[in-house]
């Protein structure tokens, strides 16, 4: 989808990065990783100079991958995509749909990144790069990743509009597994510049893009819905699911801890009968058994107080415990 251009908008509003900045940015990582990779080979060579050849090559070869190979990867995933070169040329290193890329990415990446820039010189990258519409190597394209140029600092960045209140909620069951993350940068980009467009190509856009989405899932198009208001309301039940997913975990939290408050007010007002009647019911049980003999009437009151006195008590029981337990949800 990020072939609908037209001369009134670019729905791609990411900037794709020129060969020469990129061979410029690339150039200058090159440079750092060579110099660090220079360095621990002299101190490995200086460490290993006692051991034989094979254990000297195997480290050797240890050395080429950790620093060549393994440096980049890691900087490229701590950094989301801005390596010392891209950084010093405005340049990152996004997915298609224009997120920060991940470990899986940085690790294509890396690992074509020998063969198109080490192994070759640079001549598989500078071809696939000019045959690119977008400028990509084939790393960007098997990790589906590309070369932008950062915004301008300080540059406002227009949000998606939010849909019409009638609509919200309303497509909560629809599945969106199946759009492409093309498709979702095209509606974004769409709905950002709407306001900017003839009207009259920006209704023809609006309804391209509704048209593709209802064929990715496969959901009946809704009847009296405008194309653009049904984008909006689409996308941002996308971007609830998503912060349903990320913040989840965190928003059950507070729902968790609010059960204890609410447990011990019966387990409270529960308890406080017992210890009441237990002292009430032993005067009233201990001068009967008092007439008999007294060694025998001592077990034996311990053991008649609880079911005799019970009755007694009861009513009076329920009487004090709403009371106690009446501020524990308050508390």
């Keep these: 989808m990020s072939d609908l251009v037209t001369g009134d908008a670019v729905v791609l509003g990411l900037r794709p990065a020129r060969l ?22 002299v101190g490995l060579t200086l460490a290993t100079a006692s051991l034989d050849p094979a254990a000297q090559a195997a480290v050797a ?58 192994l070759t010189f640079g001549t598989v990258a500078v071809v696939a790069s000019l045959v690119s519409a977008r400028g990509r190597r084939l790393g960007d394209v098997f990790a589906g990743t590309l070369v932008v140029r950062e915004r301008v600092p300080g540059a406002p960045v227009m949000p998606v509009p939010p849909p019409p209140p009638w609509l919200a909620g309303r497509f909560g069951g629809l599945d969106l597994s199946a759009v492409p993350d093309g498709l979702w940068l095209a509606i974004r980009q769409y709905l950002t510049r709407m306001n900017q467009l003839d009207p009259q190509v920006g209704a023809a856009m609006a309804a391209r893009l509704a048209d593709d989405l209802v064929a990715c899932t496969g959901a009946p198009p809704p009847a009296g819905v405008p194309a653009a208001a049904f984008l909006m309301a689409v996308v941002h039940e996308r971007q609830s699911r998503d912060a ?88």
């Design 61 to 118: 070869v240890a050395s080429v991958l950790l620093v060549l190979v393994g440096v980049p990867i890691a900087v490229e995933t701590l950094s989301h995509g801005r390596s010392l070169g891209k950084l010093a040329c405005g340049l990152r290193v996004v997915r298609d749909d224009g997120g920060p890329i991940r470990f899986r990415h940085a690790l294509v990446r890396g690992a074509l990144g020998v063969v198109e820039l080490l």
């Design 20 to 41: 020469p900045s990129r061979a410029l940015a690339i150039c200058l990582d090159l440079a750092v990783y060579v110099t660090g990779y220079v360095l621990v080979t």
């Design 244 to 331: 349903a997913r990320a913040f989840g975990a965190a928003g059950t939290a507070p729902v968790a801890g609010a059960g204890p408050v609410f447990g011990p007010a019966p387990t409270v007002g529960g308890p406080v009968p017992a210890p009441v009647t237990a002292p009430v019911t032993a005067p009233v049980t201990a001068p009967a058994p008092a007439v008999g003999p007294v060694p025998y009437a001592a077990p034996a009151s311990h053991a008649a107080p609880a079911p005799a006195t019970p009755p007694a008590t009861a009513p009076a029981a329920p009487v004090e415990t709403p009371r106690a337990g009446g501020f524990a949800p308050p508390a």
